[in-house]
């Protein structure tokens, strides 16, 4: 593991000349064909290993979550929880969109019964309507309420069980680090200018920042905070703005010295 790691240490030489010079010490050794099945069956070995981890650390976080939200996290929630009819707001931001439905639907009302779509209600009809809408909605936010806050508990447990895995796997971390090196500088100078290119465009890109708000709401409104607009808008423009500078900083530390023509075919499929 150290000479694969002393390996791939930034060199000045390109890994493309490196690459071609090895190929041809390679085709002179003798032993080439079984050093060839060596490294083959190191590298499946390798592979299954690098799976089977990802595999662990993505499932056994999501069965975890599932089964302490189902078994203990929701029936304590429940039991702890508010049971009147009054609805819980976690924040402003439940408030106001319960006010906008429940105006929106007396709109609503009013503009059906213009149209001589429906009957025209009385004053006592309306109120006893808007009442029922004004429970229905009661419901509505004490469920969104109630899952927000098994959310934030799941969520959280589902997290430590992820950290305590990886803390605990850091050899297999190592072998799909060096997988990972293995299959990026393995690609195409064209292939990983367009990786470049895509990944900042999707996060870093002009376009970019209404994705970070979409994503930003919803993790928000999942956690049953308020969606505060300062907040969204100081994220959107710190956040993009430092990944932006750390890909730059890549680019110019280290793929400018082990791929150079990586970079220039960059460039060139940017301008």
Sequence with gaps: MKSRSSSRKTSFIPRSILRTIGKIRQAFDPQAESKLVEEFRASQQRTLISVRFLLISILVPMLVSQLSRNFVISPLVKALWNKEEVVSFLNSSQEERALAELKKFEQAIYFESRLNKTPRLSAENLRKKLKEKAISLTKKYNNESFDAV??????????????????AGKQQLNIIKSLLDDIIYGLSDSAKAFLIILSTDLFVGFHSPYGWQIILKGALKRFGLSENKDFIFLFIATVPVIADTIFKYWIFRYLNRSSPSAVATYHNMNE
Excluded: K, P, R
């Design 150 to 167: 098994i959310n934030v508990f799941g969520d959280l447990l589902s997290v430590f069980t992820f950290v305590t895995i990886v803390m």
